[in-house]
């Protein structure tokens, strides 16, 4: 009696698994959750400071070199972005420049710029993100925090990115005046950190290559790349950031991040 009740227990749970199947992940709800993951790990590092050299090279291969600093403050709140400051300290004729960004996830980020040549504070047209940041191959839009709310995320496929294995996935802006019409982002499986991203104009053409490498760790949580290679398909110019100097937690605070705050930097 006990194996028969067995028995049919099993049949029946099989005839309710068949009429109620679960409903298997799509590719959208895989790669959000992806995205979602990769943020979670970077939350609560509060503040930070960094150092960079910006190497600039032509289609010729003629290099120039600027030495600026970048200032990061969290954003607690999901419903909006982290803030971040850069300033630049050479050459001379670019000293001072600074640009402060606020991030937000569907409106347009509020970016102002510092032009000490003229010493006054220019706001960045919502319409103008896509233009080069500096001379640069990063886009304005390119330097504000990129938070999960700003995209769609549809994971594609898993492949192997040098020694590691990525979650391959595609993104689409959902704010308004993108350059970009998607992004396909490659992002190890290990510690969820981006190692690549590929950005595509509104004509659905590759436009850019984001390569991320030299991955330290910081306060045993937080990873960050010392190297940025951005390589521009279309004009044959790139930009290549080297990162030093990393410290966290600072004391950093809204005052800091302020247009006020813009005329007062050395």
């Known amino acids: 009696m006990t194996r028969m009740l067995t028995t049919l227990s099993i049949a029946f749970a099989a005839i309710i698994s068949l009429a109620d199947p ?14 979602r993951e990769a943020d979670r790990r970077d939350l609560g590092f509060g503040d930070s400071r960094a150092a960079l050299e910006m190497i600039l090279t032509n289609r010729r291969g003629d290099q120039s070199r600027r030495e600026l600093r970048i200032l990061t403050l969290e954003n607690p709140d999901e419903s909006a972005g982290d803030s971040g400051l850069v300033v630049f300290d050479r050459p001379r004729d670019v000293k001072g420049t600074a640009l402060l960004t606020f991030s937000n996830i569907l409106e347009p980020d509020d970016q102002w710029i510092y032009l000490p040549a003229v010493a006054r504070v220019k706001r960045i047209s919502s319409r103008n993100k896509s233009g080069p940041f500096m001379g640069s191959e990063f886009a304005y839009e390119d330097m504000g925090s990129q938070e999960v ?98 410290t966290f937690r600072s004391g950093l605070g809204k005052d800091d991040f302020t247009r006020a705050a813009l005329k007062r930097l050395r």
Not at 28 to 34: C, F, M, R, T, V
Not at 163 to 181: K, N, Q
């Open 22 to 35: 679960a409903p298997a992940i799509t590719p959208e709800e895989k790669g959000l959750a992806i995205a």
């Open 149 to 246: 709310g700003k995209y769609t995320h549809r994971h594609l496929r898993d492949e192997a990115c040098g020694e590691l294995l990525c979650y391959v996935i595609e993104r689409g802006p959902l704010y308004p005046h993108s350059g970009y019409r998607k992004q396909i982002v490659w992002i190890d499986q290990d510690e969820y950190r981006t190692q690549k991203i590929e950005f595509y104009d509104r004509k659905d053409a590759l436009l850019k290559t984001l390569v991320f490498g030299d991955y330290r760790q910081y306060l045993d949580q937080y990873w960050r790349a010392h190297d940025l290679f951005m390589v521009n398909h279309q004009t044959g110019k790139s930009t290549r950031l080297t990162w030093s100097e990393f």
